[in-house]
């Protein structure tokens, strides 16, 4: 699957490709190795306020998949982010 814009990207949505272009992405390739959890609480930093964490969710499925895991929907992610945050 090539991926050219950020909409591209499975579970990312006009909203969801505007957070990510606020935290400076223009391109999928650019999210391969981040930190969702960093990416979210820059953009949290960034607008001034604590953001849904299902926001979370999709940013960790973003990451995910396009560090090559199968396409799964945000919120199968959730436990995960459960899990790390309680740590």
């Given amino acids: 699957m090539r991926l050219k814009n950020l909409g591209d990207i499975p579970n ?3 909203v969801i490709a505007a957070k990510l272009g606020l935290l ?3 391109s999928p390739s650019e999210l391969i190795g981040q ?3 960093a990416m979210y609480d820059d953009l949290c930093k960034l607008t001034g306020k ?5 926001l979370l969710d999709v940013f960790i499925s973003v990451v ?3 560090n090559g895991e199968p ?3 945000w919120w199968k992610f959730t ?3 459960k899990a790390e945050l309680g740590k």
């Fill in 50 to 54: 604590r953001h849904d964490l299902c």
């Fill in 24 to 26: 400076g992405y223009k």
């Fill in 71 to 73: 396409q799964q929907s």
């Fill in 35 to 37: 930190d969702p959890y």
């Fill in 12 to 14: 990312v949505g006009p």
């Fill in 79 to 81: 436990a995960q982010r």
């Fill in 64 to 66: 995910s998949f396009l």
